[in-house]
């Protein structure tokens, strides 16, 4: 037999295999409809669990991969039962499509003027009513309070990782994500305009852009001192008036606070990259939105979390960013922060998290926004 002969065979059996998948999936409808008629839920655990069961205890050939198989037939089932019953909070919560507004909005931004997160809002802003706040909760208060319409945080970094502060406040705050960019952040040497570079013996600056430059720290022999934020080294430095020491910040850092820029782009490898968010109290979601962020808890159950997992993989979504975080009160149990590409007006992208928010025990939507 060759491999043509053999292709012709498995093409028979997919034929076959088709037209009873299609009397397979008439069946679903049809459970569908009596489940919507008789108010039953989507999900039958026990169900599902004697159908794979049998499944691996039918086959006498491979019973690991049928069942594998069979789990996504299953799967694809419930998303169409779930699209036919139709009555979802989560889909009656976000069908309201609306644009973030850009002007004439008040903006809470974490830190001073000059820091990262201040230039992440001129990104995100064209004209607003900027406010800054010490810490990253004190921006979720003034968002909760009404005191700002948003807030603008960094929620991730190429060398740093993630910002977990940041995703546990949005769970406990239930806000959502309207925005976001990922931007180049520079690292420049700024001093006192009448200071050299050959009166520099100490740089300031936060912990993680002095890591990030200390190749270049080293090679000078200058001492590192860390403080909060690049800005406030910058501040620290135009008010302390030392000209020996410089601090590494931005350049609009520099300009805020009257400081040159003794040297340019000092950190160790190629512009590292932070990755900031818009949140609102409010759900916003652009026409062209290409993200959504979830947060969701699975069983304790063997693949449960593989289970999910493929459900993306049926659908073809691209997983973009997947992490778990402990669960507060609760002993090893956790919690599963999502990103992927995807709009819902997608119809498939829907029915998907339809079904997903009515099969874990904890589901979270942060968010359907634009990103560059």
Not at 193 to 218: G, M, N, R, Y
Not at 238 to 255: D, F, G, P, T, W
Not at 274 to 297: D, G, Q
Not at 355 to 368: A, Q, Y
Request: net charge negative; glycine share 4%.
């Amino acid at each position: 037999m060759d491999l043509n002969d053999i292709r012709q065979e498995i093409d028979s059996i997919d034929n076959e295999l088709i037209k009873l998948l299609e009397k397979r999936m008439d069946c679903t409808k049809a459970v569908g409809e009596y489940k919507r008629a008789n108010n039953i839920p989507v999900l039958d655990q026990n169900r599902q669990r004697v159908i794979l069961d049998k499944v691996e205890n039918t086959c006498e050939k491979y019973p690991q991969q049928i069942k594998f198989i069979f789990e996504d037939i299953m799967n694809v089932s419930r998303m169409s039962q779930t699209r036919i019953i139709s009555k979802n909070s989560f889909k009656e919560n976000t069908q309201t499509i609306s644009t973030m507004p850009t002007g004439n909005v008040k903006v809470a931004c974490q830190g001073i003027r000059g820091a990262n997160s201040h230039i992440a809002c001129n990104e995100f802003f064209d004209d607003c009513d900027l406010s800054f706040y010490k810490t990253f909760a004190d921006v979720f208060d003034a968002v909760e309070k009404d005191e700002a319409d948003f807030g603008v945080l960094p929620v991730e970094n190429t060398s740093g990782g993630s910002v977990s502060d940041v995703y546990d406040l949005l769970m406990s705050h239930n806000f959502y994500i309207v925005s976001a960019k990922a931007m180049s952040i520079s690292h420049n040497l700024c001093a006192l305009k009448q200071s050299t570079f050959e009166d520099i013996e100490q740089v300031w600056s936060h912990p993680q852009a002095l890591s990030q430059c200390s190749s270049f720290i080293s090679k000078n022999n200058f001492s590192p001192i860390a403080h909060s934020n690049t800005a406030i080294a910058a501040k620290k430095v135009m008010e302390e008036k030392r000209l020996n020491c410089a601090a590494i910040c931005s350049k609009l850092a520099a300009k805020e606070y009257g400081l040159q820029i003794l040297k340019e782009d000092i950190q160790d490898y190629n512009k590292s990259t932070t990755r900031f968010i818009v949140i609102s109290k409010k759900l916003y979601i652009s026409e062209n939105a290409n993200k959504i962020s979830l947060c969701f808890n699975v069983e304790h159950e063997e693949g449960a979390l593989s289970k999910v997992l493929n459900m993306f993989s049926l659908l073809g979504l691209n997983l973009t960013k997947i992490e778990s975080r402990p669960m507060k009160n609760a002993e090893f149990d956790y919690l599963f922060y999502l990103d992927f590409t995807g709009n819902l007006k997608d119809k498939s992208v829907m029915d998907f998290l339809c079904t997903l928010s009515e099969e874990v025990k904890v589901f979270s939507f942060m968010g359907n926004y634009y990103e560059d």
